[in-house]
């Protein structure tokens, strides 16, 4: 099948696209990313995103309309898309869109009993004529799980070793985790989790201190300049968050512009300057993925493979490296995949294996009850042939 996977994360920086080419079926899968594109969001879709997210700015009929513009840019990526990589739409079978997050709603206890993400599929499959799947966390929630994260049964589809532990470690608002058992393991499951911040708190700072001119710290060139404080940093791993026990899940609700701004103050009350700042909560992405692979991975680790927009930070990067050894570190390009589009191909396996009535889910993965068939179905007007074709084809 052509799927075209969309991927709008939490950095809120944009949505990627990808059309993916998907084929087998689990123990017997082939996934390759055919192109992909990102599509950045306007500043002021980005500011009315991130405002929807704030308790304190969001507004519901501003939500309402943000839920049908947002799939209008969704919709006018996907023809550009279209027509940059030189392909018709209804040469694709099924979109998958992950929507874009607005809340996350992580009880005390560590469990979660909702998790909104905006983009109406109504307009998606209306725009491009092409069934469309999305809103794929609601079911292993109702199930009794995280909701997330759901890259970790993908990871496990395709990207177990034949004889080494991985850590398919993704970086990008957020950061999470899949350890993946070896091939030659028969007895092991996977273990996913949120590791915690990844970018976010980090691209708050950079937006604070550069009065919006930047969105982000473009190849680790602030935190370079930067003094890392340690004892500051010590102090930030003191969260609770980190000690907790997996099945977990995060996002901006703790690690997001409120937590950014009251952070910065109390740097500043320390002494640090901007650089320090940078540099010091760049350091704690890379401890707290450290700190989380010696707290919970099941065996020692032999390869980490880093994705998102994070492993584009050098500094970042090399932090990691150095805090994970004698573990290798590598990008998802070492094995064949493009980090940019990795997180767009997992949504286009989930909707794909949802199109065959398989479950999207190990409740290993995400501590549900039982694996569920992840999402809601929007017919487009290749649904009547698509659905011919599923049930010749069994
Ligand atoms: N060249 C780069 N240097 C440093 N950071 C980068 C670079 N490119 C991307 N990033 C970081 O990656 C983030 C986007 O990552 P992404 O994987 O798209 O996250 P999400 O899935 O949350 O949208 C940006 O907000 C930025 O913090
Ligand atoms: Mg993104």
């Keep these: 099948m052509r799927i075209i996977g969309l991927m709008s994360g939490t950095s809120a920086d944009g949505v990627d696209v990808a059309l993916c080419e998907i084929s087998g079926q689990p123990g017997d899968m082939q996934a390759s990313i055919l192109a992909g594109d990102t599509y950045a969001y306007s500043s002021d879709m980005r500011q009315r995103i991130l405002d929807a997210c704030d308790r304190q700015k969001s507004r519901v009929d501003e939500i309402a309309i943000l839920n049908t513009d947002i799939a209008e840019v969704f919709a006018t990526s996907i023809a550009q898309f279209a027509d940059a990589n030189g392909f018709a739409l209804d040469t694709v079978d099924l979109i998958a869109s992950h929507g874009q997050t607005l809340w996350h709603n992580v009880l005390p206890d560590g469990s979660v009993n909702a998790s909104f993400q905006i983009g109406e599929s109504a307009v998606i499959a209306e725009r491009t004529g092409i069934t469309t799947i999305n809103n794929m966390r609601a079911r292993d929630i109702a199930a009794g799980g995280q909701g997330a994260p759901l890259t970790g049964y993908v990871d496990w589809l395709l ?12 970086i990008g608002g957020m950061g999470n985790v899949t350890f993946l058992p070896p091939l030659s ?10 590791t915690g911040p990844g970018n976010a708190l980090l691209d708050v700072s950079v937006m604070h201190f550069t009065d919006g001119q930047q969105t982000y710290d473009k190849d680790g060139l602030l935190a370079k300049q930067g003094r890392l404080d340690e004892e ?13 026990d997996y099945p977990k899940t995060t996002g901006r609700e703790m690690f997001g512009t409120e937590a950014a701004l009251e952070l910065i103050e109390e740097a500043q009350a320390r002494g640090l300057d901007q650089y320090a700042i940078i540099s010091t909560l760049t350091a704690l992405t890379a401890t707290n993925i450290a700190d989380a692979y010696e707290r919970f ?10 994705g998102g927009g994070g492993h584009h930070n050098p500094f970042m990067r090399s932090l990691i490296e150095q805090y994970v050894a004698p573990a290798t570190v590598l990008s998802h390009e070492d094995i064949g995949i493009s980090s940019d589009f990795k997180e767009a191909l997992v949504f286009a396996v989930l909707a794909y294996e949802t199109w065959y009535g398989r479950p999207g889910t190990l409740p290993a993965l995400t501590g549900a009850k039982q694996a569920a068939i992840l999402g809601q179905i929007t ?7 698509l659905l011919r074709q599923r049930f010749t084809a069994s």
Excluded at 159 to 170: G, K, M, T, V, Y
Excluded at 185 to 194: G, K, L, M
Excluded at 297 to 306: N, T
């Design 159 to 170: 990207l177990r070793h034949p004889s080494h532990w991985r850590a398919i470690q993704n």
């Design 185 to 194: 393991d028969t007895q092991s499951q996977p273990i996913a989790f949120d």
């Design 232 to 244: 500051w940093l010590h102090d930030l791993l003191q969260h609770p968050y980190y000690q907790r």
């Design 297 to 306: 991975a099941p065996a020692r680790i032999d390869e980490v493979i880093l």
């Design 379 to 385: 017919p487009g007007d290749n649904y009547d042939a």
